[in-house]
């Protein structure tokens, strides 16, 4: 096995996944075309717009492929192709006009342009992200798409500068699973969110534990899988953070060509040999799901 190193604290990870989506950002602008050899969670990192195009959803692995449709392809091929989700929060929201949407996490805006258009007239789509390109490339996003009823602002989804009770819905695409106190992005979610708020987001779960040598496969923390929450622990966190009727949908678990197809976009010295490859494809086989994690806010 690698011995790449693993973040060994919450500002250390943070740093990791910044710069990570920070090589996104480059490569979907078309500024860096090799910004990255390894996926960032959820994709490649280093797909380009053109590639997007062909496949809407922003991206061709198991995790990313077939999230979206026409609508996303007409309101920003950039934002497509920067679009890391597993899902489309969008449409689990089930939005409406004049309502206030918040996006966690939320890349080259894509999932916010969306948003805002679902929740227009008279409501406002924000996205909160951490890093500065990413900001920058949903700016230009909004600008191409047209879209005046967006905000973007930088900040982490444990602190987001807004204040309590703004907003009517929060969603994320597949960021919550790389966040390294997930305790306090659920409350920062109840913080936000009015009373009967919603909160509706796209992540990946496991839905068995996984033994070490297949979480460091998943290169821990900084690829999406490792990071992820148990089902149950979802529902779990929600309840705790005063949350109610939680509940955790599966709607694609990835098989064991899935594993297969995954791990064939990591570099070499991530990968295992001979009789342990086959037990981590075997642990992976079926405990990995893209799932909507819905909540109600009392």
């Not at 966690?104 to 008279?122: C, F, M, N, Y």
Request: aromatic share 4%; charged share 20%; with cysteine.
């Amino acid at each position: 096995m690698s011995t790449t190193r693993i973040p060994q604290d919450a500002d250390e990870l943070r740093a990791a996944v910044r710069e990570r989506y920070a090589a996104a950002a480059r490569a979907a602008s078309g500024q860096d075309g090799d910004a990255c050899c390894a996926p960032s969670c959820c994709g490649d990192a280093g797909t380009t717009a053109a590639a997007a195009g062909t496949a809407v959803g922003g991206g061709k692995d198991a995790i990313t492929r077939d999230l979206y449709d026409d609508e996303a392809a007409q309101t920003s091929e950039a934002a497509l192709a920067a679009s890391l989700g597993c899902g489309n929060p969008t449409a689990l929201a089930d939005l409406r006009p004049g309502e206030d949407v918040l996006d966690l996490g939320s890349g080259g805006g894509l999932d916010v342009l969306l948003s805002a258009r679902r929740v227009s007239p008279g409501g406002t789509a924000y996205g909160v992200d951490m890093t500065p390109e990413m900001l920058d490339l949903a700016r230009r996003n909004q600008a191409e798409a047209g879209v005046e009823n967006a905000r973007f602002l930088l900040g982490t989804i444990e602190a987001v500068p807004l204040p309590d009770a703004s907003v009517d819905v929060v969603i994320s695409n597949c960021v919550i699973n790389l966040a390294a106190d997930k305790d306090a992005v659920l409350a920062e979610a109840a913080r936000l969110l009015r009373p009967g708020g919603r909160f509706a987001v796209s992540d990946v779960v496991l839905l068995k534990p996984l033994p070490e040598a297949a979480r460091h496969l998943m290169q821990l923390w900084t690829g999406c899988i490792a990071g992820a929450l148990r089902d149950t622990d979802y529902v779990a966190g929600l309840t705790a953070a005063g949350f109610v009727d939680a509940s955790v949908e599966v709607t694609r678990t990835y098989s064991r060509q899935d594993v297969l197809d995954l791990a064939a976009t990591l570099p070499a010295d991530l990968l295992p040999a001979g009789a342990e490859a086959e037990r981590v494809v075997d642990a992976l086989d079926g405990a990995v799901a893209s799932a909507f994690v819905r909540a109600t806010r009392p």
